[in-house]
């Protein structure tokens, strides 16, 4: 009977899966029964609520996206990476006891206070330095959003790090190599696979973030690489469908699960991503 049980309740997370993404397949068709295909994957312009002609290219979706995540990547990789590299090699075991829960702290903060944050603290920071900064623009909520991963990386990295055997660091020690030298050449390679999984990840986690881009970011869809602007993320474009804007069973309503679908895709394939780089480089001790 245990391993029936077993088997059932495991099988839930399984169902539930598979009830998605069927839901978004089949919300998907009905949408691209009224939308072109190539129209939506190809186009260069989003205007759903047009008086006239409707456009549903997702092109300045993903624009918008990848630029936010750009931003994160940018700020979370070298701080979390140093991160950890301070935890798992130089910090003393007091230290990093204390240390690191407060970084993970970071990774409880509500993102809709990291949102308020970009908007009311972080983009009037910026003005100062670039004046013709917008109070809706990408550069905010990518910084914020990297700080919101920058726990990810660091920790997920300093386990990855911490499990490398101390006898590799010894006998690198022992041949003459400088502490910096060990963490950099040795220890950090050594760690590369769960390093790698950690921050593709982390991108998966920026990709899919909602409430940050929703409050600081805009929701002026545009395909340019202008950070400074406002933008509109794939994901804030489904807050703001699912907020009331379009009625049900209209062609905007069923873009919402077009876009979804498209974000499933995106993290689907990092996930996919952070798999094979894990499996590639994993050191075996």
Same mark, same amino acid.
């Given at each position: 009977?245990?391993?029936?049980?077993?088997?059932?309740?495991?099988?839930?997370?399984?169902?539930?899966?598979?009830?998605?993404?069927?839901?978004?397949?089949?919300?998907?068709?009905?949408?691209?029964?009224?939308?072109?295909?190539?129209?939506? $994957? =190809?186009?260069? +312009?989003?205007?759903?609520?047009?008086?006239?002609?409707?456009?549903?290219? /997702? @092109?300045?979706?993903? !624009? *918008?996206?990848?630029?936010?995540?750009?931003?994160?990547?940018?700020?979370?990789?070298?701080?979390?990476?140093?991160?950890? $590299? =301070?935890?798992? +090699?130089?910090?003393?075991?007091?230290?990093?006891?204390?240390?690191?829960? /407060? @970084?993970?702290?970071? !990774? *409880?903060?509500?993102?809709?206070?990291?949102?308020?944050?970009?908007?009311?603290?972080?983009?009037?920071?910026?003005?100062?330095?670039?004046?013709?900064?917008?109070?809706?623009?990408?550069?905010?909520?990518?910084?914020?959003?990297?700080?919101?991963?920058?726990?990810?990386?660091?920790?997920?990295?300093?386990?990855?790090?911490?499990?490398?055997?101390?006898?590799?660091?010894?006998?690198?020690?022992?041949?003459?190599?400088?502490?910096?030298?060990?963490?950099?050449?040795?220890?950090?390679?050594?760690?590369?696979?769960?390093?790698?999984?950690?921050?593709?990840?982390?991108?998966?986690?920026?990709?899919?973030?909602?409430?940050?881009?929703?409050?600081?970011?805009?929701?002026?869809?545009?395909?340019?690489?202008?950070?400074?602007?406002?933008?509109?993320?794939?994901?804030?474009?489904?807050?703001?469908?699912?907020?009331?804007?379009?009625?049900?069973?209209?062609?905007?309503?069923?873009?919402?699960?077009?876009?979804?679908?498209?974000?499933?895709?995106?993290?689907?394939?990092?996930?996919?991503?952070?798999?094979?780089?894990?499996?590639?480089?994993?050191?075996?001790?």
């Amino acid at each position: 009977m245990i391993p029936i049980i077993l088997l059932l309740i495991a099988s839930v997370s399984v169902l539930t899966t598979f009830g998605i993404v069927g839901t978004l397949i089949v919300e998907t068709v009905i949408f691209f029964k009224e939308v072109k295909v190539t129209e939506f $994957i =190809f186009g260069t +312009e989003w205007f759903p609520f047009a008086n006239t002609e409707q456009l549903f290219g /997702i @092109l300045p979706l993903i !624009a *918008g996206t990848l630029k936010v995540t750009a931003i994160a990547v940018v700020v979370a990789v070298p701080f979390g990476i140093a991160s950890a $590299i =301070f935890l798992s +090699e130089y910090a003393s075991d007091k230290s990093r006891r204390i240390i690191k829960p /407060i @970084l993970e702290v970071l !990774a *409880g903060v509500p993102t809709i206070v990291y949102g308020f944050f970009a908007l009311t603290f972080v983009t009037p920071l910026l003005q100062q330095f670039i004046p013709d900064l917008k109070i809706f623009n990408a550069l905010s909520p990518g910084i914020v959003v990297g700080v919101m991963i920058l726990p990810m990386i660091a920790s997920l990295s300093e386990d990855a790090m911490s499990s490398v055997p101390n006898s590799i660091r010894e006998g690198a020690l022992a041949m003459g190599s400088t502490k910096l030298e060990v963490a950099l050449k040795v220890v950090l390679p050594a760690a590369l696979s769960g390093i790698m999984a950690s921050i593709v990840l982390a991108v998966s986690r920026a990709i899919g973030e909602t409430m940050i881009v929703s409050l600081a970011g805009g929701s002026t869809p545009k395909f340019d690489f202008n950070v400074t602007e406002s933008i509109q993320t794939m994901t804030a474009y489904i807050v703001q469908v699912s907020s009331g804007d379009a009625g049900y069973g209209t062609t905007i309503y069923y873009s919402i699960y077009a876009v979804g679908f498209t974000l499933f895709l995106f993290t689907l394939l990092m996930n996919y991503l952070a798999h094979v780089i894990s499996k590639k480089y994993r050191e075996e001790y």
